[in-house]
């Protein structure tokens, strides 16, 4: 089984950075990815690691540590509209298509 | 626009009742999932159908069937409604499985509510 972690809830200050942890736990693990979430909305793909290191897109970066079983997101210069969910989620690799999401991470971005 | 599009986007059932939760995606992606997201539970995956003509249990199947009636409807059926399924439920749709090329696009849900 796969079993993903992250802090339920984390605030943060506009324009500031912040940073958004996820551990993982799995019989198997290909790769790594982020979504968003606003409240009452649909998940938006953010961003996907296969490969440890930092991916970034703008603002966002992800990062994944394969030895450590562990990613973060990273979101900077904060913004009003970033205020909402983030979830990780992992998947087994070829052959499945068992994609598993963590419970998510609640960001608060205040003035 | 492109995306998935999922029908209705509320519900409310009696205990017993049956309904079907719709979902077209016309980005001609081979793989469709029905995730439910329940507070604090994150998304779980009830179904998936990886290409047409096949559907497979994901975590959750209990208490629901699903048809892929063809590359882009891939429907999610309750027989008997429980208090339990009460939920959002999402439809989302990849062109590969897992989190290749781009990874999963999402419908905007449908919020049931079982009495």
């Known amino acids: 089984g796969q079993s993903l972690e992250q802090p339920s809830e984390v605030t943060a200050v506009e324009g500031a950075i912040v940073q958004i942890n996820c551990t993982y736990q799995?019989?198997?693990?290909?790769?790594l990815s982020w979504y968003q979430q606003h409240d009452g909305g649909a998940p938006t793909f953010l961003s996907y690691?296969?490969?440890?290191g930092l991916e970034e897109t703008g603002r966002f970066s992800s990062f994944l540590s394969r030895s450590d079983s562990y990613g973060y997101l990273l979101l900077q210069e904060l913004q009003m509209k970033d205020s909402a969910s983030y979830f990780c989620?992992?998947?087994?690799?070829?052959?499945?298509?068992?994609?598993?999401f963590g419970k998510g991470t609640k960001l608060s971005v205040i003035p | 626009n492109a995306g998935v599009t999922q029908t209705p986007k509320f519900q409310v059932l009696k205990t017993g009742q049956s309904m079907t939760l719709q979902c077209a995606q016309d980005?001609?992606?081979?793989?469709m999932y029905w995730y439910r997201q329940d507070p604090g539970m994150g998304l779980r995956l009830i179904y998936y159908s990886a290409s047409e003509g096949t559907t497979d249990k994901g975590e959750v199947p209990n208490g629901y069937n699903v048809s892929r009636l063809n590359k882009r409807e891939f429907s999610l059926r309750l027989e008997s409604a429980a208090p339990s399924q009460t939920s959002v439920y999402f439809c989302a749709s990849s062109e590969a499985p897992g989190q290749a090329l781009g990874g999963y696009t999402f419908g905007s849900g449908t919020r049931l509510t079982v009495v």
């Open positions: 799995t019989s198997g693990f290909y790769g």
């Open positions: 989620a992992s998947w087994p690799g070829a052959g499945s298509y068992q994609l598993t």
């Open positions: 690691n296969a490969l440890d």
């Open positions: 980005m001609n992606h081979n793989s």
